[in-house]
Nanobody, 115 residues
Framework: QVQLVESGGGLVQPGGSLRLSCAASGSIFSINALGWYRQAPGAERELVAAITSGVIANYADSVKGRFTISRDNAKNTVYLQMNSLKPEDTAVYYC?????????WGQGTQVTVSS
């Protein structure tokens, strides 16, 4: 079994920063693409950022220039550095990973941007 555990969410003022982490554990042979999604109340889950095993990243237009996704393969961990946060970034953020050619999701971490 594989587990994804997220951390780093919380309450931050507009313009602030947060760093999310997602660590994979369990019977891991290979991790391919990693990604972060978010879901705001009443909205559908949307892709925020993704990074391939070849370290090619892509971002939603709404976060380009503000968010950075990265991965540490030695730690089986993916990060999301979020800067210049806006109230519209408020959502539950989910980690997604292609591990051993299977799709896994984390439990989600709440990010609230409010003054």
């Amino acid at each position: 079994q594989v587990q994804l555990v997220e951390s780093g969410g919380g309450l931050v003022q507009p313009g602030g920063s947060l760093r999310l982490s997602c660590a994979a554990s369990g019977s891991i042979f290979s991790i391919n693409a990693l990604g972060w999604y978010r879901q705001a109340p009443g909205a559908e889950r949307e892709l925020v950022a993704a990074i391939t095993s070849g370290v090619i990243a892509n971002y939603a237009d709404s976060v380009k220039g503000r968010f950075t996704i990265s991965r540490d393969n030695a730690k089986n961990t993916v990060y999301l550095q979020m800067n210049s946060l806006k109230p519209e970034d408020t959502a539950v953020y989910y980690c997604n990973a292609d591990v051993n050619l299977n799709d896994y999701w984390g439990q989600g971490t709440q990010v609230t941007v409010s003054s």
